[in-house]
């Protein structure tokens, strides 16, 4: 196994480009299974959960190809199996997503149902009451969900959990719904913007979804989808993560190939902590949406407390929750985040108080007492997010901090030491 070292105390200065949604890229990657003929995604990031739904589609029929600059084609060869595996399933609970494409497209689906993880528990019965409600026959057995229905039918489904929408499950949904008979409308839709990635992706495809963005999504079936070209959104969490290492660091980066409408929440945030950030457009596209923007992120090294609570979007993300809390152990005074999306999402609260920080944790809230600096130590990475904010704390911390598991990380952040090491940031990997 790998540990991660870094030499706290090196302000970032430069600038970086930001890679492809890994949240929008596997759902989509995924929706493939729909299709008829080839796709050609650009903005695929290389990353182990990438490669992960990868072998899992090609268990399932289907090829996959890496061509050069983070572009991946899929086409669909054999579409007999549709079982999704335990051993592949179990290191990655976002595989759930093959369930609403093969079920769509090919009758069926057996995929292995993903345990709870670090984050808390992931139940999916927002996505077994969607695939019923379109009128599958579901039955939970021997660890797997297995799912029947030839042509599902259209119907109207409220998706709403305890914790509000489901990012997956609404991604689900909908591709079951794509190829079904008739409309199908999905209430308290995830209005997140990798859901819209998926759906602005599908009706290139041929698919007529309707109310993208918004909470109530209304899906009229077709009969056939085919492969197209498609550009991948790029990371909101990547850009946010780093957009904190900046200015953890009282550095100045300059962040390429963002979407600051994504990120206006956490912009909101890092402006009250006293961040300096600017947004400029590069060169304009159709659309607004099409716009290239970069931001300028700068800081002094001074922090001001804040009020944060991570809700779905357009509130601040939960995987951004870790990393605030980070940069807010050394503000000055005393700042709360309550997390209302995965309540028990705390364990990088532990490790950060091991380097120095005082933060105490209790019923989804912690409370955050500001310290003057953190000190390197060796911590623990526990999920994807948890590894980001040890990053950012060892990247401030005074002396040397060594980061173990650190395969978390590579689930989420492309190459991140050699990217943070062209920002100036001493870091590397070692053996452990
Ligand atoms: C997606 O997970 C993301 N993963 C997560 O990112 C992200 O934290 C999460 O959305 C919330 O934004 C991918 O997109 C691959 P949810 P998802 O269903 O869809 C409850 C990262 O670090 N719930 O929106 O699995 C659930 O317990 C990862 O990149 C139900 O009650 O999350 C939670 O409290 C981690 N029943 C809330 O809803 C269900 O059937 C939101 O979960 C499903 C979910």
Sequence with gaps: MEKMVIEGGNPLRG???????????????????????????????????????CEILINLGVKTERCKDHTLEITVQDDSNVTAPYELVRTMRASICVLGPLLGRRGAAK?????????????????????????????????????????LKGTTVYLGGVAGSSVLGTCNILMAAVLGEGRTIITNAACEPEVQDLANFLNKTGAKITGIGEKTMIIDGVDELHGTEYTIIPDR????????????????????????????????????????????????????????????????????????????????????????TALLSIAKG???????????????VAELNRMGAN??????????????????????????????????????????TEIRRLYHIDRGYEKIEERLTSLGAKMWRERE
Excluded at 285 to 292: A, D, F, I, L, T
Excluded at 316 to 321: N, S, Y
Aim: glycine share 10%.
């Design 15 to 53: 600038n970086i480009r930001i890679s492809g949604a890994k949240n929008a890229a596997l759902p989509i990657m995924a929706s493939c299974l729909l299709l008829k003929g080839t796709s050609r995604i650009q903005g695929i990031p290389e990353l182990t959960d990438v490669k992960t739904l």
């Design 111 to 151: 995929v292995s149902i993903p345990g709870g993880c670090s984050i808390g528990p992931r139940p999916i019965d927002l996505h077994i009451k969607g695939i019923k409600a379109l009128g599958a026959e579901v039955e939970m057995k021997d660890g797997y969900v297995i799912a029947t229905g030839k042509r």
């Design 237 to 324: 969490i990547e850009a946010g993560t780093l957009m904190i290492a900046g200015a953890v660091t009282g550095g100045r980066v300059v962040l390429q190939n963002i979407i600051p409408g994504h990120l206006t929440s956490v912009i909101d945030k890092l402006v009250e902590i006293g961040i300096d950030i600017q947004t400029r457009t590069i060169s304009k596209g159709n659309s607004p949406g099409k716009n290239v923007y970069e931001c300028i992120v700068e800081s002094n090294g001074h922090f001001n407390p804040v009020n944060i609570t991570a809700l779905p979007y357009p509130g601040v993300p939960t995987d951004m929750q870790a990393q605030f």
């Design 334 to 348: 005393v700042s709360s985040i309550t997390e209302k999306v995965f309540p028990h999402r705390f364990v990088h």
């Design 359 to 400: 933060i105490r944790n209790d019923d989804a809230v912690s409370i955050i007492n500001g310290v003057p600096s953190l000190s390197g130590t060796t911590v623990m990475a526990s999920d994807l997010r948890a590894s980001a904010s040890l990053v950012i704390a060892g990247l401030v911390a005074k002396g040397v």
